[in-house]
């Protein structure tokens, strides 16, 4: 009898030393994160939980005290009443004080997180299956971002790959969103085909991404470094395979490479192709062909 025992624990014991390395990357607390919204929350979510806290202790510590000192063993009487207003007062008054108290700060974080203004970049987030589009709406800029090619390969049957041996497996792409640090920015958020959802835990943000609406949020982060995140709304087979990674670079060095961008840009674009968009645009605004002498005047 004792054998079978002895088995199941050093079988546990193994399991448990082979877990520890997932374990060790395992957090139960929300993540403090790189923005001020990401600590705002933070802080706020620790408050409440706190307040949380100190209800339980004094919910539950009188709910014991009254059952181990009010007991029939002890020869306690039970009260005649069935009715207290003034109970029924305080019950009520109490909590109403403790949200309004919860409902302040809360309201304060809500406010900060929808405001937007004072940003310095746009970048336009478009969803697709499974992949994301940025565009850096002042500058002229756009790329696709999707899985990066070892992961891809890794995640097919029979690859043959193992997958822990690929560096942030699932979780890598090919054209990270690159920013500055320090910087405020706003990112409108929109998808083409499917609802998906641009999520970064380390900026405490979430938004969905809804085909013909644009949702609205922003960060700045203090950090430079490479954040990630994923998809975080089921979109379709390849779902679990649409990360988010974002570079934060100081302002030197995303200047130095937003130009590296455009001039790559100017290159690969068609002789004439700028006189064509512009050509485009007066089409769109007047309604005449930019040779026209209409098109003329309005230009």
């Not at 999707?146 to 699932?170: E, I, K």
Request: proline share 5%.
């Amino acid at each position: 009898m004792k054998s079978p025992k002895r088995a199941l624990t050093a079988a546990c014991l193994v399991l448990n030393l082979a877990s520890s390395p997932a374990m060790a990357a395992w957090n139960l607390n929300l993540r403090v994160g790189v923005t001020p919204l990401s600590r705002e929350i933070y802080d706020l979510h620790m408050l409440v939980l706190w307040i949380c806290v100190l209800i339980a202790v004094a919910v539950f510590g009188v709910m014991i005290y009254s059952v181990a000192t009010f007991r029939k063993s002890r020869g306690a009487v039970p009260a005649s009443f069935d009715h207290s207003t003034m109970a029924e007062v305080i019950w009520t008054i109490i909590p109403v004080f403790i949200l309004v108290a919860m409902a302040i700060p809360a309201a304060r974080t809500l406010v900060m997180i929808e405001d937007s203004s004072g940003s310095e970049l746009t970048v336009k987030v478009t969803g697709y299956q499974w992949k994301w589009q940025y565009e850096y709406v002042e500058h002229g800029v756009s790329f696709f971002s999707t899985l990066a090619r070892d992961s891809d390969v890794a995640r097919q049957v029979d690859s043959g790959v193992d997958p822990g041996t690929v560096p942030n497996y699932l979780l890598e792409v090919d054209k990270p969103l690159v920013v500055p640090q320090g910087v405020k920015v706003r990112v409108l958020i929109t998808a083409a085909d499917v609802i998906h959802a641009w999520w970064v835990p380390d900026f405490g943000m979430k938004k969905d991404a809804i085909p013909g609406f644009i949702n609205e949020l922003w960060f700045k982060a203090d950090k430079a470094g490479t954040y990630r995140g994923q998809c975080a709304e089921l979109c379709g087979r390849d779902h679990g395979f649409m990360p988010v990674v974002v570079e934060v670079k100081p302002r030197a060095e995303f200047d130095a490479w937003l130009a590296a961008q455009k001039e790559a840009l100017q290159g690969a674009r068609p002789a004439g192709a700028g006189a064509d968009a512009q050509t485009a645009r007066t089409t769109r605004l007047t309604g005449h062909d930019a040779a026209s002498p209409a098109a003329a005047n309005v230009e």
